[in-house]
């Protein structure tokens, strides 16, 4: 079947999984922890969302290259879709606006999910209303660099270590994992391109065409 039907098979589910983030670029770590989580968990997709301008880190890429790359990124993906709804927003966007909208739109008893690395993990107290979020989706965390965030105990929400009893939770419950380890970062690949190192390895050739036509990252150092 081809990609563009499988795609449209999954809008309609009752399963809806983010993995958000900066996406300045996106890389191997995104593609590989994305899909593998997609098979180890048994969802038909998962949305990469990219962050709206007002929100993501000073000196990044606009939203319209992030955007772009992520695109050309997901065009031969399966199973992953490129979400633009915090792009669209103007001003200030939250993860907690962005989950209550997409609960309205599933409605109440849809499994949520919100993927996040372990290192956003350890800072998830930092992030507006956070505690708001588990009373509207649920939370993956994936090891980064093997390693585990060390205490969510604050989390108000259940630990789950059962895969098929966590997707059958709306929302107010998280899950640990682990899945084979990427070792790469966007900030990595921004100062290989700066050094003229090759990143080729690490992001598709169709996003390297696009940073190195948009003259991207070259004066990160
Ligand atoms: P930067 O280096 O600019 O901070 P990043 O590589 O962490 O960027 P983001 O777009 O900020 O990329 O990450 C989005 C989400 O993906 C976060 O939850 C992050 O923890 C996760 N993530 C990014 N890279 C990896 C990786 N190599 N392995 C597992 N999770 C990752």
Same mark, same amino acid.
């Given at each position: 079947?081809?990609?563009?039907?499988?795609?449209?098979?999954?809008?309609?589910?009752?399963?809806?999984?983010?993995?958000?983030?900066?996406?300045?670029?996106?890389?191997?770590?995104?593609?590989?922890?994305?899909?593998?989580?997609?098979? #180890? +968990?048994?969802? @038909?997709?998962?949305?990469?969302?990219?962050? =709206?301008?007002? /929100?993501?880190?000073?000196?990044? %890429? &606009?939203?319209?290259?992030?955007?772009?790359?992520?695109?050309?990124?997901?065009?031969?993906?399966? #199973? +992953?879709?490129? @979400?633009?709804?915090?792009?669209?927003?103007? =001003?200030?966007? /939250?993860?907690?606006?962005?989950? %209550? &909208?997409?609960?309205?739109?599933?409605?109440?008893?849809?499994?949520?999910?919100?993927?996040?690395?372990?290192?956003?993990?350890?800072?998830?107290?930092?992030?507006?209303?956070?505690?708001?979020?588990?009373?509207?989706?649920?939370?993956?965390?994936?090891?980064?660099?093997?390693?585990?965030?060390?205490?969510?105990?604050?989390?108000?929400?259940?630990?789950?270590?059962?895969?098929?009893?966590?997707?059958?939770?709306?929302?107010?419950?998280?899950?640990?994992?682990?899945?084979?380890?990427?070792?790469?970062?966007?900030?990595?690949?921004?100062?290989?391109?700066?050094?003229?190192?090759?990143?080729?390895?690490?992001?598709?050739?169709?996003?390297?065409?696009?940073?190195?036509?948009?003259?991207?990252?070259?004066?990160?150092?």
């Amino acid at each position: 079947m081809d990609t563009s039907v499988i795609k449209a098979q999954c809008q309609d589910r009752q399963q809806y999984v983010v993995l958000g983030g900066t996406f300045d670029p996106i890389h191997d770590g995104h593609l590989l922890t994305a899909n593998a989580l997609a098979d #180890k +968990l048994g969802y @038909d997709c998962v949305h990469l969302m990219p962050c =709206g301008d007002a /929100y993501h880190k000073q000196g990044s %890429s &606009s939203a319209c290259h992030r955007l772009a790359m992520l695109e050309l990124a997901l065009r031969h993906e399966s #199973k +992953l879709l490129v @979400d633009d709804q915090e792009t669209k927003r103007v =001003g200030a966007t /939250y993860t907690v606006d962005t989950l %209550s &909208s997409i609960r309205q739109n599933i409605g109440p008893s849809a499994h949520l999910v919100w993927i996040m690395g372990s290192d956003a993990a350890q800072s998830l107290t930092s992030w507006h209303n956070w505690q708001a979020l588990f009373t509207l989706a649920n939370i993956v965390v994936v090891a980064r660099n093997d390693e585990l965030p060390a205490d969510l105990s604050e989390w108000p929400a259940k630990c789950f270590t059962d895969i098929n009893e966590f997707k059958k939770q709306p929302y107010g419950c998280y899950l640990l994992t682990a899945l084979p380890p990427v070792a790469v970062s966007s900030t990595q690949i921004r100062l290989q391109v700066a050094n003229q190192e090759t990143v080729e390895n690490h992001v598709p050739q169709s996003v390297i065409d696009y940073i190195e036509q948009h003259g991207l990252y070259r004066g990160e150092n």
